[in-house]
């Protein structure tokens, strides 16, 4: 069982950066794959981006490629997206997310949740 709690969304002008943190309890952390998905209202959940278990590997959504960064710090049970050069069209809930064993982008793959934190970028 992982408990996964966000933090770090705001209210941002375009062109701004953001980071937000993911903490997962338990001592398990670096045996998941850990995700972060957007949702904007209307529209269907997006991947964002994943990182694996040992932090080597980093995937991108298109949307975000090149703006933002995910990366963690398994001794502190943290994942982290950095988010540069925002724009309006991120505007979003922003939730982070673990699956054990390979990265991936849909969100039906994984198995544990965040409660998310609004992200609002304005113009």
């Known amino acids: 069982q992982v408990q996964l709690v966000e933090s770090g969304g705001g209210l941002v002008q375009a062109g701004g950066s953001l980071r937000l943190s993911c903490a997962a309890s338990?001592?398990?952390?670096?045996?998941?794959?850990m995700g972060w998905f957007r949702q904007a209202p209307g529209k269907e959940r997006e991947f964002v981006a994943s990182?694996?278990?040992?932090?080597?590997?980093?995937y991108y959504g298109d949307s975000v490629k090149g703006r933002f960064t995910i990366s963690r710090d398994n001794t502190k049970n943290t994942a982290y997206l950095q988010m540069n050069s925002l724009k309006p069209e991120d505007t979003a809930a922003y939730y982070c997310a673990a699956k054990p064993y390979h990265s991936g982008s849909y969100y039906a793959d994984y198995d544990y949740w965040g409660q998310g934190t609004q992200v609002t970028v304005s113009s």
């Open positions: 990182i694996s278990r040992s932090g080597v590997s980093q």
């Open positions: 338990g001592r398990t952390f670096n045996m998941y794959v």
